[in-house]
């Protein structure tokens, strides 16, 4: 019975550790920065977290154009975009980095209606970033997105 039990315990030491392993483990404390490499219709999307204690505690997503403005500051683009699309990016962009943040880089981001390209688009950066995350490398990643124009 005792060996059984030293059997069953090793047993448990060895597969606890592979349990706390997923995507998330490993995130080293900083901020960590995925750009996309190319502008899209006039806007660069990016993220931006800060991990802290091995955990995302900060999401920034948000786009800037070629002076720096960020897009989600744009009243302009705003209401062009919430009568053509029914959302704006103030609205998706805090959607997204949200699931980002609450999933800790595990959890499935859900699609907002309106915003396909930037979801398809944060898909793709929230990987690189996360990768940087596990790295450890706080340079800035540009990333190929396939948004274009």
Same mark, same amino acid.
């Given at each position: #019975?005792? &060996?059984?039990f030293?059997l069953?315990?090793?047993?448990?030491? #060895?597969?606890?550790? =592979?349990?706390?392993?997923?995507?998330?483990? !490993?995130?080293?404390? !900083?901020? %960590? @920065?995925?750009?996309?490499?190319?502008?899209?219709? !006039?806007?660069?999307? %990016?993220?931006?977290?800060?991990?802290?204690?091995?955990?995302? +505690?900060?999401?920034?997503?948000?786009?800037?154009?070629?002076?720096?403005?960020?897009?989600?500051? $744009?009243?302009a683009? #705003?209401?062009? #975009?919430?009568?053509?699309?029914? @959302? %704006?990016?103030?609205?998706?962009? &805090?959607?997204?980095? !949200?699931q980002?943040?609450?999933?800790?880089?595990?959890g &499935? +981001? $859900?699609?907002? @209606?309106?915003?396909?390209?930037?979801?398809?688009?944060?898909q793709? =950066?929230?990987?690189?970033?996360?990768?940087?995350? &596990?790295?450890?490398?706080?340079?800035?990643?540009?990333? $190929?997105?396939?948004?274009?124009?």
């Amino acid at each position: #019975m005792k &060996r059984i039990f030293a059997l069953a315990l090793s047993l448990l030491l #060895m597969v606890f550790p =592979l349990a706390a392993c997923g995507s998330q483990a !490993g995130l080293q404390d !900083g901020y %960590y @920065t995925a750009q996309a490499a190319e502008f899209s219709h !006039g806007w660069k999307e %990016y993220i931006t977290i800060l991990v802290k204690g091995g955990s995302i +505690i900060s999401v920034e997503y948000n786009a800037e154009n070629a002076s720096g403005f960020i897009k989600s500051w $744009d009243n302009a683009y #705003m209401q062009n #975009m919430l009568h053509v699309q029914g @959302t %704006y990016p103030n609205e998706y962009t &805090r959607n997204y980095a !949200g699931q980002l943040l609450e999933g800790q880089g595990e959890g &499935r +981001i $859900d699609v907002l @209606t309106g915003a396909t390209s930037s979801h398809g688009s944060f898909q793709i =950066l929230a990987q690189a970033v996360l990768e940087q995350a &596990r790295k450890g490398d706080s340079s800035i990643v540009f990333v $190929d997105t396939g948004s274009k124009g």
